[in-house]
């Protein structure tokens, strides 16, 4: 494991936070850096910006002219998206203008925005994920929420993706079959994962006694991972061939970790989130490698590590693990994070 450091060279008070790698092993996400920020975009008074890790450095990338901005996901090609100030200010809400941005070659350029006035303002929108036919994902809106829209980017036009029964949903990942994935929150202000293919988003329900959902990631087979919780619990969900199962289910009994939120899968099937160590209570990162037929020979399944084992019949109930409040409320959050400052209507607790 290795600290990427962040832009002002210190491991107090500045803050990093990755969101997405690629095949390159090329990282990308934000960072705090020691300027000081009067608006208090980031929730430390600092100005952020959006970042690029690769080999082992750590460089800033451009901003559109303001002072803050943030990277969400990288394909293979390197091409990065995410959001990023202006200089300019929205006349509504009197706050930065913020816009849907790409960066290649390292040089940053701001997506169409549809009918919708000048910009994105207040930090709530903009791309979440890309494949690599250069599609992005994303939501956009005015500033004072007044009019949200679900879009595609797709060589240089702006589709909008539609709706699940009226209600806007919000893309978190795009694989590369035009497949995507992420949470719509419905009438109840219940939310839910769902899976957008040929035009249509579906509601992908959830897990036996839970009530909400959120979908995660998706991979080229169109597998997704997500969250699902009841009221005090959550746990992370594998949606293929139409069936949802239950992660905690699957992985072997005497497992040290219980995993309550997934991040990402990839095409063999790995699983990485969030988990809790059972004896601490502590916050872990989890891998989950799938140890069926096809994958006998995988490393991790010769180590005997904690893995998702195809082969092996599900339990009957989830083990009873309740989550502390505040791991609730992270997994939660976690949408919230890619779409938005973290300072913007997020506590980092």
């Known amino acids: 494991m290795t600290d990427l450091g962040t832009l002002a060279g210190s491991d107090t008070l500045p803050y990093s936070v990755a969101f997405s790698i690629n095949d390159n092993d090329e990282v990308v996400g934000l960072s705090e850096t020691s300027v000081p920020d009067p608006q208090n975009t980031c929730g430390d008074s600092l100005v952020c910006l959006p970042v690029l890790w690769r080999n082992g450095v750590i460089t800033a990338l451009p901003t559109l002219g303001g002072a803050n901005g943030q990277a969400s996901a990288i394909n ?11 200089d300019k200010t929205d006349p509504t809400c009197q706050t930065p203008v913020l816009k849907p941005t790409v960066w290649e070659g390292g040089q940053a350029r701001a997506l169409p925005t549809a009918s919708f006035r000048d910009g994105i303002v207040g930090g709530a929108s903009g791309p979440a ?37 009226g209600l806007v949903f919000a893309p ?8 995507a994935t992420g949470t719509y929150t419905t009438t109840a202000g219940i939310n839910r994962a769902f899976l ?22 998706i991979n080229d087979k169109g597998q997704i991972v997500g969250q699902s919780c009841s009221a005090t619990s959550c746990t992370v969900f594998l949606w293929k061939h139409d069936v949802m199962t ?4 699957v992985v072997p009994g005497d497992s040290s970790l219980y995993p309550f939120a997934a991040t990402g899968i990839n095409s063999r099937g790995q699983i990485v989130g969030w988990a809790v160590q059972k004896s601490t209570g502590l916050l ?6 799938p140890c069926g037929e096809d994958e006998s020979d995988d490393e991790g399944c010769q180590k005997g590590a904690e893995s998702v084992s195809a082969a092996q019949p599900s339990r009957s109930e989830r083990p009873t693990v309740i989550l502390p409040e505040n791991l609730r409320k992270r997994g939660w959050r976690r949408l919230g994070h890619r779409y938005q400052f973290p300072g913007l209507g997020a506590s980092r607790d």
């Open 76 to 86: 293979d090609r390197g091409q990065v998206v995410g959001i990023a100030q202006t």
């Open 129 to 165: 994920g890309n494949n690599n036919h250069g599609q992005v994902v994303g939501i956009i809106t005015t500033c004072d929420f007044s009019s949200t829209r679900t879009v595609l980017w797709d060589r240089h036009k702006v589709i909008d993706m539609g709706t699940i029964g």
């Open 172 to 179: 978190i990942a795009i694989n590369n079959k035009e497949q």
């Open 196 to 217: 957008w293919e040929d035009g249509v988003a579906t509601d992908l329900g959830t897990l036996p006694g839970d009530n909400f959902a959120e979908g995660g990631a």
């Open 246 to 249: 239950d992660l905690n289910a």
């Open 284 to 289: 872990r990162a989890f891998l989950a490698t």
